[in-house]
Nanobody, 123 residues
Framework: VQLQAYGGGLVQAGGSLRLSCAAS????????IGWFRQAPGKEREFVAA????????YYADSVKGRFTISRDNAKYTVYLQMDSLTAEDTAVYYC?????????????????WGKGTLVTVSS
């Protein structure tokens, strides 16, 4: 049972980046997936979540309109498209699997965490 986030890197402010969260088949089936991030010296915070069907999504206010979460269940992968990046988006990004997207958005019902990927936005 493993989740792995990847796709991080260095990007200039105003640029875009797409993160991917790859999961083992058993982890992915039936689970909602969420993205969290942790900036240096700060607590981990919720970013976005998506239901198993993909029909329900939740976003933190700080990323609404700039980030888009999506999933491809056939590929056992969830994506986080990040546009209009700012220095405040610099953080290690983690994906997590849980019961529902709504629960994940409130830091509840999380069963699995993946290893993070670092996103650095230069201003």
């Amino acid at each position: 049972v493993q989740l792995q986030a990847y796709g991080g890197g260095l990007v200039q402010a105003g640029g875009s980046l797409r993160l991917s969260c790859a999961a083992s088949g058993r982890t992915f089936s039936g689970y909602a997936i969420g993205w969290f991030r942790q900036a240096p010296g700060k607590e981990r915070e919720f970013v976005a979540a998506i239901s198993w069907s993909g029909l329900s999504t939740y976003y933190a206010d700080s990323v609404k309109g700039r980030f888009t979460i999506s999933r491809d269940n056939a590929k056992y992968t969830v994506y986080l498209q990040m546009d209009s990046l700012t220095a405040e988006d610099t953080a290690v990004y983690y994906c997590a699997a849980g019961t529902t997207a709504q629960a994940i958005s409130t830091y509840q019902g999380i069963d699995y965490w993946g290893k993070g990927t670092l996103v650095t936005v230069s201003s």
